[in-house]
């Protein structure tokens, strides 16, 4: 049981490349979510799903797509990376009830130069 | 939309000293709120929570109070271990309505527990 899994852990980029963070969860959690880190700001939402097939925005889309084709798996693009986007990328889950705790993945750190 | 302030941001205690964290949020809806101790270089992980309906949660060391007509909310270790030593983050949530809880998380507290 390997609990929520990103791939990769490290990257860098230059700016206006693209890119792909994949988060595997084996829980079947219904919800997931992704989440960024930055120094001072604690952890902000980017986008999240309650479902296989289903996205949503959260605090801060913009400049991030995502897709859910799978339960278990919730993508995270960007589509042309700017230096703002340098962060560090966390993927959670959850059970669809009350009780409310986050599973997080290890994070994924990226640098955009 | 939610906000929630978290202080302070950094905490030096003495191993064996007691630690208090506080956190205040902004919508009187919100009914759920969680925290969250992330080890250096870790994923955060849940420690405590507390819903709107209970003023105080123990669990052992560590216990939680929320004053909701004040509408902020409290962290408290005691009796302080090196291990205790994390970056601790607040957070609260609307209630739950079927979609995703949405969680807003507070800036986060850096404790660090002196030998």
């Known amino acids: 049981n390997a609990g929520v899994t990103q791939t990769p852990k490290f990257r860098v980029l230059k700016t206006g490349q693209s890119m792909t963070l994949l988060c595997a969860q084996d829980?079947?959690?219904?919800?997931m979510y992704w989440y960024r880190q930055d120094p001072g700001m604690g952890l902000r939402l980017i986008h999240y799903?309650?479902?296989?097939?289903?996205?949503a925005k959260g605090e801060v889309p913009d400049g991030y797509n995502v897709s859910r084709l799978k339960k278990q798996n919730f993508l995270l693009g960007l589509e042309s990376a700017a230096p703002s986007q340098t962060s560090v990328y966390f993927c959670?889950?959850?059970?669809?009830?009350?009780?409310?705790?986050?599973?997080f993945g290890e994070g994924s750190r990226l640098t955009v130069l | 939309g939610e906000n929630v302030e978290q202080h302070p941001s950094t905490l030096s205690v003495q191993e064996g000293d007691s630690a208090v964290i506080k956190c205040t949020y902004s919508?009187?809806?919100?009914?759920?709120f969680p925290w969250y101790k992330q080890e250096l270089g870790k994923r955060p992980q849940l420690i405590i929570d507390?819903?709107?309906?209970?003023g105080e949660k123990k669990d052992q060391r560590i216990a939680v109070t929320l004053n909701k007509t004040a509408k902020h909310f409290s962290l408290h270790i005691t009796e302080t271990q090196p291990e205790d030593s994390a970056v601790y983050f607040c957070?609260?949530?609307?209630?739950?309505?079927?979609?995703?809880?949405?969680?807003?998380f507070g800036s986060g507290t850096q404790l660090t527990v002196l030998p």
């Open positions: 829980m079947n959690h219904e919800y």
């Open positions: 507390i819903r709107s309906n209970v």
């Open positions: 799903s309650v479902g296989e097939g289903t996205t």
């Open positions: 919508d009187s809806a919100s009914n759920y």
């Open positions: 957070a609260a949530s609307l209630p739950f309505s079927g979609s995703a809880r949405q969680l807003t």
């Open positions: 959670a889950s959850s059970w669809k009830r009350e009780t409310g705790e986050l599973f």
